[in-house]
């Protein structure tokens, strides 16, 4: 079972900044926080994963509460080809742990 | 640099037969894992492969079963199909079996009829 929560959809303006959340009150403290994304008719991108401290690369910027139950992606200037399926996963450091478990993820459609 | 490569890209099967799809790793991983999408919903594990070894298995049945090959390549064996095999096929790639970024191919599209 999927150990997140995240909207069905969203909507955002290109150029604006989406920000993407995650609900995931059940996590362990040894649990990394990961997102993915799915372009249509293409296999799962990563995009970044944190455990407690924030985190930025060239795509995206990840955003953890401090308690951990909640995290915010940030796209800070969408463009049209970030139009996806974003999945948020929580991912244990050991075991069956190690590996992705895919919920449902949020459709994000970025109009021009 | 060739990321993950899966062939055939689409296939079409017979109830009862069997298929076997092919993943050959991002340049430089040695571990790859398999995962079946149906439409619209989310990748779910079906195993994994590291040093010629099923290392970790999600919740699908015996027919399916897979092989990776020394030059880290992999194959997964649907036996039996059915109807509800039909799915999008994906296979990934990583470094060791910490593999905490996963490199996804495009995938196999497989009917099943």
């Known amino acids: 079972d999927a150990k997140t929560t995240q909207p069905t959809s969203m909507d955002c303006a290109e150029g604006r900044a989406a920000n993407l959340p995650c609900n995931h009150s059940?996590?362990?403290?040894?649990?990394?926080v990961y997102w993915y994304r799915q372009i249509h008719s293409q296999g799962p991108q990563y995009i970044i994963h944190g455990l407690k401290n924030n985190e930025t690369n060239e795509m995206a910027s990840l955003i953890i509460t401090e308690d951990r139950k909640s995290s915010t992606l940030i796209l800070p200037h969408a463009t049209l080809r970030d139009t996806a399926v974003y999945y948020c996963i929580v991912r244990g450091i050991s075991g069956s742990a190690r590996q992705l478990t895919f919920g449902s993820g949020t459709q994000l459609t970025v109009l021009p | 640099d060739a990321g993950v490569t899966q062939s055939p890209t689409h296939l079409i099967k017979t109830r009862g037969q069997q298929v076997t799809l092919r993943c050959s790793p991002k340049s430089g991983h040695d571990t790859v894992s398999w995962y079946q999408q149906a439409l619209g919903q989310g990748p779910q594990f079906i195993f994994q492969?590291?040093?010629?070894?099923?290392?970790q298995r999600g919740n699908f049945p015996d027919r399916f079963s897979g092989h990776q090959f020394p030059n880290y390549s992999s194959e997964l064996n649907v036996n039996a199909l059915l109807l509800g095999d039909s799915a999008l096929y994906l296979c990934?790639?990583?470094?060791?079996?910490?593999?905490?970024?996963?490199?996804f191919g495009p995938g196999t599209r497989l009917t099943v009829t």
């Open positions: 059940t996590i362990s403290g040894n649990e990394y």
């Open positions: 990934a790639s990583s470094f060791g079996l910490d593999n905490y970024e996963q490199y």
């Open positions: 492969y590291y040093e010629e070894e099923e290392r």
